[in-house]
């Protein structure tokens, strides 16, 4: 209990004298007035390295400003600066692989062109949509078709000959584009056929496509060796020849198409009907081959002999498209 008496204990007026509430609620406002903005400045005296406020302010206002630029953006420009760095060396490099592909493309043609005549083998895929349509019926129904001569193409100035008419302009002319695209049409559809019996491998395509490419090796070396043994003179070109061995892979696709969806004997039929019309195809088409306009004075001997070798040539058909059956 308080004791006023006790000398220990303060007197209770005096306590409450020391807080008086009248002087505490009058204390605060000093610290509610508005502090000024220059005396920080006059009371803290900036160091002399710092920088001055002004300074600061725009170093801070320039960070806030100009974002950091990271690694990543500054690759492009560093890769821009060397590659104008070397550009003199750049530009030298490109010109020297110019040269050497010039160089070598001149070289290449140079010797190419002693071998093959590539103007002469453009000729031979001048066609069109409606040659290659002909030239398949014609293949697939020989037996009606008038003439079989080929159309001579003369110069517009002396009417001299210049050579034969491009395929799409002579049906009987022969290309190579149908060859080439059978020759690939044959080879996938083999490996088609094989991949139905689960025989297929990789190594069939491949020995189909050598099996056919020797196969018209072995018919030109027969046929430059029959007119050489003759003693057929003609300007046939190799190409021809080789154009008209080709033909034969659109009867061999069409007995293998057959082939897939009907029995046996009916695709024996229809080999046999291809291997004839392939064979009156080429005994029709190499007749000027073998019977020139310069040997038209052959004597009778002669001419059986020539006639003879285009039976056998027409024979030989069952063989060949035999074999890539």
């Not at 020391?18 to 006059?42: D, E, G, K, N, R």
């Not at 530009?91 to 002693?114: C, D, H, L, P």
Request: charged share 15%; with cysteine; aromatic share 12%.
């Amino acid at each position: 209990m308080y004791n006023q008496n006790n000398p220990n204990n303060p007197p209770k007026h005096n306590s409450y004298n020391y807080y008086p509430p009248q002087q505490h609620s009058v204390s605060p406002p000093p610290l509610q007035h508005p502090i000024p903005t220059h005396p920080p400045i006059q009371m803290v005296d900036p160091p002399v390295s710092s920088p001055s406020p002004t300074t600061q302010q725009r170093i801070t206002h320039q960070h806030q400003n100009i974002p950091p630029p990271p690694p990543h953006q500054q690759g492009p420009n560093e890769y821009n600066d060397a590659w104008r760095f070397n550009d003199a060396t750049t530009q030298m490099g490109m010109q020297f692989g110019r040269t050497a592909m010039m160089t070598g493309s001149e070289y290449v043609e140079k010797n190419i062109n002693r071998y093959v005549n590539f103007p002469a083998l453009k000729h031979y895929f001048k066609v069109n949509n409606l040659y290659v349509a002909n030239k398949i019926r014609l293949l697939l129904f020989p037996w009606r078709h008038r003439p079989w001569s080929r159309l001579v193409k003369r110069s517009e100035q002396n009417g001299q000959m210049e050579g034969f008419k491009p395929p799409r302009d002579d049906i009987n002319s022969p290309d190579l584009y149908i060859p080439a695209m059978a020759l690939v049409t044959y080879v996938l559809l083999t490996g088609f056929v094989a991949g139905t019996e689960h025989k297929f491998h990789p190594k069939v395509l491949g020995g189909n496509a050598t099996t056919a490419s020797l196969v018209m090796l072995i018919e030109l070396i027969l046929i430059k060796m029959g007119c050489y043994l003759l003693n057929i003179t003609t300007e046939t070109q190799i190409l021809d020849l080789l154009a008209y061995s080709g033909y034969k892979f659109i009867g061999v696709i069409v007995t293998l198409l057959v082939g897939l969806i009907a029995p046996f004997w009916l695709v024996s039929v229809i080999f046999i009907y291809t291997v004839a019309a392939n064979g009156f195809f080429l005994l029709r088409s190499l007749r000027y081959v073998v019977f020139p306009d310069s040997t038209n004075t052959v004597n009778s001997p002669q001419r059986k002999k020539r006639i003879h070798f285009l039976f056998i040539v027409a024979t030989l058909q069952l063989v060949l498209m035999y074999l890539l059956i």
